[in-house]
């Protein structure tokens, strides 16, 4: 018999009220309250049964030291329209028979079951084969190795290019005003021709490049491609960009394709939403997400969401606020003489000192 997986948002059009917002309300439930272990479980539904006691509601008979932490629902029960409330207890006593968790949400026309536990195909399928039940759905999580319920400490990316999640925050330049023919290069490090100050690379921990193929090195910094397929990298380090108007889920999912394939760093990276106008805005609130719901450094993509130099500095600053690993900037490598030729350029000195203020946000925002 298929199973079918999908995420909780899917179920929407299934619920009424007071059953519209079902599976968040269960998510939340779970995340407040700590449930019992297996056997008190089982214990606590016996006494629900007989004194009316609700699952969320503490369970005197559970030792808090075994409290395990609590769990979004992995199985979602949808019972036909007026599905009489022997048909509904009979699927509640099975699942904690079977000594699952079950969250019962009553709307106007149909019941819905959240199940929390390690549920199984076989648990699926019986029920399926219950009277009156209309629908059911295996939760699944959308992404394993990217999540922190895989590994709880923050992945630190660290090279040649500096320490990606780290103490303190990481900060690249994107170099405007190298020789054409060198940012495309494959030919080992790019050291001749440039001022003194770009070989030296301080304050900075790395250049990045948006070509596919980009030179080892340049100065003193390693180079890293911003593609999302570069070529020839020496460097194993590869950038996940979020996609404007895809959520955190869709973003994290692409990370958990990256790290099933390669042996590497997978770097997070946010280049903001854009409006009808072209406008792009930085999400500070999907990055705040993103860093409690995965353990992948996050870096803003500033030129790319301010669009023009005097907001670079502002954006910047607000992403490590955030709490952003790292920044990428745009900088200026030229004759002094010259103008930038792209938007968001920093000159060199304004970027030094930018670089400076955003590592002292950082170090106070970590105190």
């Not at 998510?27 to 007989?50: F, G």
């Not at 019986?126 to 295996?138: N, S």
């Not at 709880?152 to 020789?179: D, F, Q």
């Not at 993509?301 to 900037?329: E, F, H, M, T, W």
Request: hydrophobic share 40%.
């Amino acid at each position: 018999m298929l199973t079918t997986s999908c995420s909780t948002e899917t179920l929407a059009p299934l619920h009424t009220k007071p059953a519209t917002d079902f599976a968040r309300a269960v998510t939340k439930q779970v995340r407040n309250t700590r449930a019992c272990s297996t056997a008190a479980r089982a214990r606590c539904r016996i006494s629900r049964a007989e004194t009316g006691r609700t699952w969320a509601e503490p369970c005197p008979l559970a030792n808090p030291q075994d409290l395990p932490e609590p769990r979004a629902p992995k199985m979602i029960v949808v019972m036909e329209p007026e599905a009489p409330e022997a048909s509904i207890e009979s699927v509640i006593r099975y699942l904690a028979g079977a000594g699952l968790a079950v969250q019962k949400s009553t709307g106007h026309e149909r019941s819905i079951l959240g199940v929390v536990g390690e549920v199984t195909t076989e648990h699926a399928a019986v029920v399926r084969e219950f009277p009156d039940v209309a629908k059911v759905v295996r939760v699944t999580e959308p992404y394993r190795l990217a999540s922190r319920r895989f590994r709880k400490e923050s992945t630190v990316v660290e090279g040649p290019w500096g320490i990606i999640g780290g103490e303190r925050p990481w900060i690249a330049i994107e170099p405007v005003g190298l020789a054409p023919q060198r940012v495309g290069s494959e030919n080992g490090p790019v050291s001749t021709g440039l001022p003194y100050q770009v070989l030296a690379g301080r304050p900075f921990d790395a250049m990045v490049f948006r070509s596919q193929s980009v030179p080892e090195e340049v100065g003193a910094l390693a180079a890293l491609s911003l593609h999302p397929r570069p070529s020839g990298q020496r460097w194993p380090v590869r950038f996940v960009s979020r996609e404007p108007s895809r959520g955190t889920d869709h973003w994290i999912s692409a990370a958990e394709s990256e790290l099933e394939r390669l042996e590497g760093g997978v770097v997070l990276l946010e280049t903001g939403d854009e409006s009808p106008n072209g406008v792009r805005t930085l999400e500070i609130g999907l990055i705040a997400r993103a860093k409690v719901r995965t353990h992948l450094p996050v870096v803003v993509d500033v030129p790319s969401i301010a669009q023009k130099a005097r907001y670079c500095s502002s954006i910047a600053a607000a992403a490590i606020a955030a709490g952003a690993d790292g920044v990428v900037l745009r900088v200026w490598v030229g004759r002094e003489s010259d103008p930038p030729t792209v938007p968001a350029t920093l000159q060199w000195q304004a970027a030094m000192e930018l670089a400076e203020k955003l590592r002292a946000v950082g170090v106070a925002l970590r105190q």
